[in-house]
């Protein structure tokens, strides 16, 4: 075994010696037989971004091999909307690099993540993954750069109210136990999501922590490392998975919704960027934000409005999106401010001598930290579609690159201070506002759709359905109808609760 493998928490790439993105049919055949697995799961992401199970009982290594060569048949018509039962059969073929074994099951099962296909063999071009794959195609044949993506994945754990040991409310960021409750699981879910292929950054604590009723609800986060956009939305979509199958182990609620209630810290997924190329960090030249970063940032904000009908789908994203609650409403950019849609995070650029200064007997040494920096997209929710918010994200980089006056606009949208605060008030006047409502941000979807329909990345009745599903909840005027009535807004909660 290298170095490579040695420490990986994924068991297939510690015992097939090598990284997932190289698994073959033959590797996970080898696993499977030299390690007693009885079972395979197939898993692949329905029109309600939740993850869909097919369970097979292995028989004999001739239907193992026929299993992950040839997949299987599924109902696309009880999957998608916009597919008719008339023509709905499709293949779901299972793509190697992502398997995992299954860590909740009685019996060894390995579960793989799938790839539709249509009747002819052909990747059903509507279908979320292939969306967000055709996507980075189409970047890296038209700037030359790849993309790698992140995400901050928020949830609340909600819990019957103890007698002991409280955070103060809306101060639960970084808490320890036992003042945080849900460590253990949070701690159990990073483990999981690890051995599943997930590259974890770190989890916490976060601020919101309340008591409502009996009950409290405790805010947490994990949050990934940067990789390819695609293995980004897996990682998402396995890990809400895995903590819904945690909490409900251990009794508990757990949640994404956007907004809890008045005056709480709501959750998003904020998404973190970088360009590539040559596996060198585009975001980064002469140890300054480079012309690219700040063209793909002119990007997501030229189309911040519309991606919010991938990000932002159910009516209460748009009670989360108000401003003095660390989440944007206006549309503008700046460094290490949580006020802005677009943050660049504080990086460590000229700071490799820290470690030297908190450790003196370490060597002196300079290191190239210039990977960790990325550019922070924060409008996004649990609500969101991964895949399609993802897609419509490396969409808005090259739609940035390609701009002429891509930066002119960021210069022009450039803030560097709180824009909440009443004395900036004027700057605000200046800049545009992102949707206020699921019926708004369908309005400006239909308004920037050309731009994801270029170059065949988005088909029109993807987009279509996406403006028809966002215009049903009606809820043009919602926020001004509920104000701060907190049970109208519980009630609202309740009824989104499972979103994503």
Known sequence: MNNHTSLHPNPLVQYLNKPNSEFTKADIIRYIEDNNISMVNFRYVGGDGRLKTLNFVIHDYQHLDTLLSAGERVDGSSLFKYIEAGSSDLYVIPRYRTAFVNPFTDVPTLDILCSYYTKDGTPLESAPEYVLRKAHQVLKERTGYSFEAMGELEYYLIRP????????????????TPFCKGASLRRQAMLYIAQAGGYIKYGHSEVGNFTLGDYEYEQNEIEFMPVPVEDAADQLVIAKWILRNLAYKNNLHITFAPKITVGKAGSGLHIHTRLMKDGV????ENGKLSDIAKKAIAGYLDLAPSLTAFGNQNPTSYFRLVPHQEAPTNICWGDRNRSVLVRVPL???????????????????????????????????????VYMLLAGLT?????????????????????????????????????????VSCYDSALKLERQANVYMQYGVFPQRVIEGFIKQLKTFNDQNLREQIGNNSDAILELVQKYFHCG
């Open 281 to 284: 960090n585009a975001m980064i």
């Open 161 to 176: 109210r103890s007698e002991f040991f409280h955070a103060d409310d809306q101060r639960g960021y970084h808490e320890s």
């Open 347 to 385: 990086g460590w650029l000229g700071k490799g001598n820290m470690a030297k200064d908190a450790n003196p007997l370490e060597p002196a040494g300079e290191y190239d930290f210039s990977q960790k920096q990325t550019v922070e997209f924060r409008c996004p929710d649990g609500s969101a579609d």
């Open 395 to 435: 969409v808005a980089a090259r739609h940035g690159l390609e701009m002429p006056n891509s930066l002119e606009l960021a210069d022009k949208t450039y803030v560097d201070v709180n824009i909440f605060n009443e004395e900036h008030k004027e700057k605000v006047k200046e800049l545009k506002q992102l949707p």
